[in-house]
T-cell receptor, first 118, second 113 residues
Framework: SAVISQKPSRDICQRGTSLTIQCQVD?????MFWYRQQPGQSLTLIAT?????????ESGFVIDKFPISRPNLTFSTLTVSNMSPEDSSIYLC???????????????FGPGTRLLVL | GENVEQHPSTLSVQEGDSAVIKCTYS??????FPWYKQELGKRPQLIID?????GEKKDQRIAVTLNKTAKHFSLHITETQPEDSAVYFC????????????FGAGTRLAVHP
């Protein structure tokens, strides 16, 4: 399994500003993911972040708005840029445990960052 | 495109009863199907998963069944307890790469004492 922490746990931001969310995993993992979860809703994948390559964004999400860094196998950041109230949500990172067995493994989630944009 | 439908959206049962949540997926190449439980204000936690080479998997009071032909899978919780109350999400792997998961909309389960 993988233990994942996120910082900050919550924040209140002014519109037009940017917030960077950090995600730390206690072991080396190949695949990391960033999700958004609106209150009472499901998880929507923003992008996949692999170490050593650019992030892959899902439809409706762009790099200019959600730049992602993945400097090593245990860490990633997501920036929410030029925020508006519509960006208010919970942002979760996840990591897929790396077993070397060649098939998809369990995704473990961080505790989430609760963002409110005023 | 990839899609996972989940039903019902809400489910209310009496303690001790069974609960069943059903999901259908669109990508016939999906081969990994996890179920997550999310309590209020908490992170999603994996409770059980199944791969496409298995038709059923059981872990104490929780079981998952998979019908690849029909492209649907179900979560079964027996002898429900109040602590089973949470939102449950099914997910299916997407064969297009990057090991991503497509999540269902979620089922809010309430177990009444």
């Amino acid at each position: 399994s993988a233990v994942i922490s996120q910082k900050p746990s919550r924040d209140i931001c002014q519109r037009g500003t940017s917030l960077t969310i950090q995600c730390q995993v206690d072991s080396q993992v190949t695949m990391m993911f960033w999700y958004r979860q609106q209150p009472g809703q499901s998880l929507t994948l923003i992008a996949t972040a692999n170490q050593g390559s650019e992030a892959t964004y899902e439809s409706g999400f762009v790099i200019d708005k959600f730049p992602i860094s993945r400097p090593n196998l245990t860490f990633s950041t997501l920036t929410v840029s030029n925020m508006s109230p519509e960006d208010s949500s919970i942002y979760l990172c996840s990591a897929e445990a790396t077993s070397g067995r060649g098939y998809q493994e369990t995704q473990y989630f961080g505790p989430g960052t609760r963002l409110l944009v005023l | 495109g990839e899609n996972v439908e989940q039903h019902p959206s809400t489910l209310s049962v009496q303690e001790g009863d069974s609960a069943v949540i059903k999901c259908t997926y669109s990508d016939s190449a999906s081969n990994y199907f996890p179920w997550y439980k999310q309590e209020l204000g908490k992170r999603p936690q994996l409770i059980i998963d199944i791969r496409s080479n298995v038709g059923e998997k059981k872990d104490q009071r929780i079981a998952v069944t998979l019908n690849k032909t029909a492209k649907h899978f179900s979560l079964h919780i027996t002898e429900t307890q109040p602590e089973d109350s949470a939102v449950y999400f099914c997910a299916a792997s997407f064969s297009g790469g990057y090991n991503k998961l497509i999540f269902g909309a979620g089922t809010r389960l309430a177990v009444h004492p």
